[in-house]
Antibody, heavy 121, light 107 residues
Framework: QVQLQESGPGLVKPSETLSLTCSVS?????????WGWIRQPPGKGLEWVAT???????YYSPSLKSRLIISVDTSKNQFSLRLSSVTAADTAVYYC??????????????WGQGTLVTVSS | SYDVTQPPSVSVSPGQTASITCSGD??????TCWYQQKPGQSPVLVIY???KRPSGIPERFSGSNSGNTATLTISGTQAMDEADYYC??????????FGGGTKLTVL
């Protein structure tokens, strides 16, 4: 069974960098699929953030692209997200998930439990 | 950019059929999927590729997609189906895009 687990600080100061890691078990990232991050501000809807393939091909939300870096570490079976210059608007539950990709599309079939990141001084 | 739109809320009586729509320009030309999210939980995929059900999802969940609208249908709605539902599609301008979500209330 594929399992994903987010980790990282729950509190980040404004203007600093948010860093999260997703550890994958039950499946090797190197075997395929895409992997990514989706966030959900408190009381609001889902927002796609970024996606990466084990080959390191990466895709970013146009609205966040200038502040984002997504990376993968196949040796640790993990992938990570860095979001710089954060503001209160970046406060959200951040989910990591697996994307099954097909025909220039795809669906998120496995999700982590999510981690709340609060941006506050 | 590409957007998909959902109604904020839908209400249904137990045992009746609930329909949740997702609208977008030529959405029928794209694959759409649907997620169920209950309070405090992670989203769960309930429909992919417009109408396919993942293993473990009850048969009462079905989907369709044509023209500018995709529809999630829940037949014989149960109290346990009360949740937020999100549609999701892919577009070359915005990649993976989610609808704003629909709160399904089972009255």
């Amino acid at each position: 069974q594929v399992q994903l687990q987010e980790s990282g600080p729950g509190l980040v100061k404004p203007s600093e960098t948010l860093s999260l890691t997703c550890s994958v078990s039950g499946y090797s990232i190197s075997s395929g699929h895409y992997w990514g991050w989706i966030r959900q501000p408190p009381g609001k809807g889902l927002e796609w953030v970024a996606t990466i393939h084990h080959s390191s091909s990466a895709y970013y939300s146009p609205s966040l692209k200038s502040r984002l870096i997504i990376s993968v570490d196949t040796s640790k079976n993990q992938f990570s997200l860095r979001l710089s210059s954060v503001t209160a608007a970046d406060t959200a539950v951040y989910y990591c998930a697996r994307l099954t990709y097909y025909d220039s599309s795809g669906y998120w079939d496995y999700w982590g439990q999510g981690t709340l990141v609060t941006v506050s001084s | 950019s590409y957007d998909v739109t959902q109604p904020p809320s839908v209400s249904v009586s137990p045992g009746q059929t609930a329909s949740i729509t997702c609208s977008g320009d030529k959405l029928g030309d794209k694959y759409t999927c649907w997620y169920q999210q209950k309070p405090g939980q992670s989203p769960v995929l309930v429909i992919y590729q417009d109408s396919k059900r993942p293993s473990g999802i009850p048969e009462r969940f079905s989907g369709s997609n044509s023209g500018n609208t995709a529809t999630l249908t829940i037949s014989g709605t149960q109290a346990m189906d009360e949740a937020d539902y999100y549609c999701q599609a892919w577009d070359s301008t915005t990649d993976w895009v989610f609808g704003g979500g629909t709160k399904l209330t089972v009255l």
